[in-house]
Nanobody, 128 residues
């Protein structure tokens, strides 16, 4: 069956780093823009980063600019999110998702309703 799976979450101290990975089974990520979203308790799910199918265009929310980096690894068939200088306010469940518009041209999407397949989420907790 079609699945999208996130991994790499965990507990880390403030200032630490984590690397999240998104991998697909049953299909390839090569044709899709990929978004990373996060949802903290009692909060709306928010877009924090995305990358288009070619990897040319990327987006970062203001809250993570300069600290997070999104990338595509064609050989490993993954989309990764490197998270550095983590803060307690980064604590949330992190999700990856595929855009509905396969092979779209231009900037990647940042709205939830522009994505169809979603992973189960991975917990990131930043605490001392």
């Amino acid at each position: 069956q079609v699945q999208l799976v996130e991994s790499g979450g965990g507990l880390v101290q403030p200032g630490g780093s984590l690397r999240l990975s998104c991998v697909a089974s049953g299909f390839t990520l090569d044709y899709y823009g990929i978004g990373w979203f996060r949802q903290a308790p009692g909060k709306e799910r928010e877009a924090i980063s995305c990358i288009n199918h070619s990897g040319v265009n990327t987006y970062y929310a203001d809250s993570v600019k300069g600290r997070f980096t999104i990338s595509r690894d064609k050989a490993k068939k993954t989309v990764d999110l490197q998270m550095n200088s983590l803060k307690p306010e980064d604590t949330a469940v992190y999700y990856c998702a595929t855009e509905r518009d396969m092979l779209r041209v231009g900037l990647c999407a940042t709205r939830r309703d522009e994505y169809d397949y979603w992973g189960q989420g991975t917990q990131v907790t930043v605490s001392s």
